[in-house]
């Protein structure tokens, strides 16, 4: 048998760990029609079929797997000799794109970009300011920051912390109408609240009070809107307390428990295991950004 071309086993590595065709080729930014001549070449290069094809995607067979068993240990060993290359301190060069709602976009990740930014000198920054569940998984970006656990499979995640939530109210609002005394007199002063999203509903049913969006003498569902209503004294808004307690003119009226918590997720495609910039990016903003959090 003929020596084999390392770009070949590269592409049949990528099919079986991802499954079809198409997969690999989003998660390798190659096209399907390379992977597929890649496959076809190898296969007549040892000459068995590693594949078997379905509408479904692929799977191997058993000779397939064989292979696919020294194909991996060969693309680890890839991947450890690049990081060898290019050392810990190498200066790390190229774009990042970074996806976060955008109430954090807005108010809690600047600093962090900033740390981010003084760290990785020569790496460009892109933020996607979103509240959009897609970004991630139409590549869009990079990496997610995210306020629920992510459901696919084929992404690596990790948990880095919970965010409080607490209520608030400018001092303008709290001098026209009174500090509420305790969550049952919140209740009866204008509250600030989302449209459509039952996020705030969902938390006020789970401490005990019937609510529905009727409730809310503001509604709309973009969080930096409400939150600027707030500050602005039209009635008691709901805000992350990172963000919250660094305006001087808020003044928490619910308490030192928080009303609820969000998690906060980091979430990133599989090709951060083969991108070193990427990972490296990865795991700063895990660190920035819990230090910033409660505790998981």
């Not at 058993?62 to 450890?80: C, I, N, T």
């Not at 740390?115 to 139409?138: C, G, Q």
């Not at 608030?168 to 919140?186: F, K, N, V």
């Amino acid at each position: 048998m003929q020596n084999l071309d390392w770009s070949l086993l590269q592409s049949f590595a990528a099919v079986a760990e991802h499954g079809s065709l198409s997969a690999a080729a989003r998660a390798t930014q190659s096209s399907q029609p390379t992977l597929s001549r890649h496959i076809t070449q190898l296969e007549e290069a040892i000459g068995t079929r590693l594949f078997e094809r379905s509408k479904a995607g692929v799977a191997l067979t058993e000779r397939g797997s064989a292979l696919y068993e020294q194909a991996a240990q060969m693309a680890d060993a890839a991947a450890r000799l690049a990081m060898t290359a290019h050392g810990p301190d190498n200066l790390l060069q190229g774009t990042v794109r970074i996806t976060a709602s955008q109430i954090v976009a807005t108010y809690l990740l600047p600093d962090v970009l900033v740390e981010l930014h003084d760290k990785f000198p020569a790496v460009e920054i892109e933020l996607v300011a979103s509240d959009d569940t897609n970004n991630l998984l139409r590549r869009e970006a990079d990496i997610a920051l995210r306020m629920y656990r992510p459901t696919q499979n084929d992404m690596i995640s990790r948990h880095i912390g919970n965010l409080d939530l607490g209520a608030y109210a400018s001092r303008r609002y709290i001098e026209a109408r009174g500090r509420p005394q305790g969550l049952e007199d919140l209740m009866q002063h204008d509250l600030i609240g989302y449209d459509r999203s039952p996020l705030i509903i969902d938390g006020m049913n789970a401490l005990g009070f019937k609510a529905d969006r009727c409730f809310f003498k503001f509604r709309c569902d973009d969080q930096v809107v409400c939150w600027q209503m707030a500050r602005a004294g039209f009635g008691i808004g709901f805000n992350q307390k990172a963000i919250a307690e660094r305006d001087g003119d808020m003044i928490c009226v619910s308490g030192e428990t928080p009303v609820g918590q969000l998690p906060v997720w980091l979430t990133a495609h599989p090709e951060l295991r083969q991108s070193l910039r990427i990972r490296k990016i990865f795991d700063f903003l895990g660190k920035a950004v819990s230090k910033r959090l409660s505790r998981p």
